[in-house]
């Protein structure tokens, strides 16, 4: 454990672990979902602008990590959430509709298990029926564990990964799409590992590769008809998802160029952008907020 801030160069999280899919409440420390370092060192509050005042967000895995800083900044932002979650994070997803409520909107949760096409449906219709409406979807679960060898790597592992990881993207996309309008938004959450190749996250991988040639076919579907479809492509950023899949090696290593892994809050303003009018020429893209690797787009 460091004394440094979350935010400096420098800082190592500690190694811990958890049973997945892993709580937010039972992270140490917490992450930061409202705070976003500053160019003097430090952090302060996010400043919000009312980019997405009176919107309604859908927004997936959104009990902890980068889906709750999300719903946070983008309440702070004007916009009411439905966030879904896996039954076992109740309390977590309780503690996100506190904090969203703290910032003076609506937020309704809805618990599921989104392998299932039928749940997806069923998603997607309490979404509409409890906010009234949406105008962003944002595909932000996920899931993975981590395997060094092909040869180890289970079949029943490889087929979780992609009923959990890539299919609820396109059954939630096909369903939320005939509710969306002009100057509504798709975000869908990718990582790093589509464009390094991860070795021990073979099937994760695989799915966020998936992710990002989603997110392009998708876009030139429905770019003409203005609504856009982009994706957010994370580094290494501290959430549940670590203590819950990676070994104690892999935590230790759990880094970037800038010196320290990113925080949710880092990440979310990236969905902010894309799901505002800031980003109305940008459908089809992948924004890789990865802590300066550089990559191939």
């Not at 910032?103 to 029926?129: F, I, M, P, Q, W």
């Not at 925080?263 to 890789?288: K, M, N, R």
Request: with cysteine; proline share 6%.
């Amino acid at each position: 454990m460091t004394d440094k801030s979350q935010f400096d160069q420098g800082y190592e999280v500690p190694v811990q672990h958890q049973k997945a899919p892993g709580l937010e409440s039972k992270l140490d420390p917490k992450p930061q979902y409202d705070q976003i370092p500053t160019p003097e060192g430090g952090y302060q509050l996010y400043k919000a602008a009312g980019k997405l005042e009176g919107k309604k967000a859908l927004i997936t895995g959104g009990d902890s990590g980068i889906g709750r800083s999300i719903a946070i900044l983008y309440a702070m932002e004007g916009a009411d959430s439905f966030i879904a979650y896996l039954p076992e994070e109740e309390e977590d997803a309780q503690e996100t509709k506190k904090l969203v409520e703290q910032k003076g909107r609506k937020c309704y949760l809805h618990a599921t298990d989104l392998r299932d096409r039928a749940n997806c449906k069923k998603l997607v219709e309490k979404a509409v029926s409890d906010l009234g409406g949406i105008d962003i979807l944002v595909n932000n679960h996920a899931y993975q564990m981590m395997v060094e060898d092909i040869q180890d790597l289970d079949e029943e592992q490889w087929l979780k990964t992609f009923d959990t990881n890539i299919h609820p993207f396109f059954y939630l996309s096909k369903y939320t799409i005939p509710h969306l309008k002009k100057g509504s938004a798709i975000i869908n959450n990718a990582s790093i590992n589509a464009y390094i190749g991860r070795p021990d996250l073979l099937d994760y991988t695989s799915t966020k590769g998936a992710i990002v040639a989603f997110t392009r076919g998708l876009s030139n579907q429905y770019v003409s008809k203005g609504i856009r479809v982009n994706a957010v492509a994370p580094g290494p950023v501290w959430t549940p998802l670590i203590p819950s899949t990676m070994t104690d090696e892999a935590i230790k290593q759990f880094t970037s160029p800038m010196g320290r892994p990113s925080q949710p809050s880092e990440i979310a303003t990236c969905f902010v952008f894309l799901a505002s009018a800031d980003s109305s020429s940008i459908s089809g893209q992948t924004i890789h907020a990865n802590g300066g690797v550089v990559v191939n787009g």
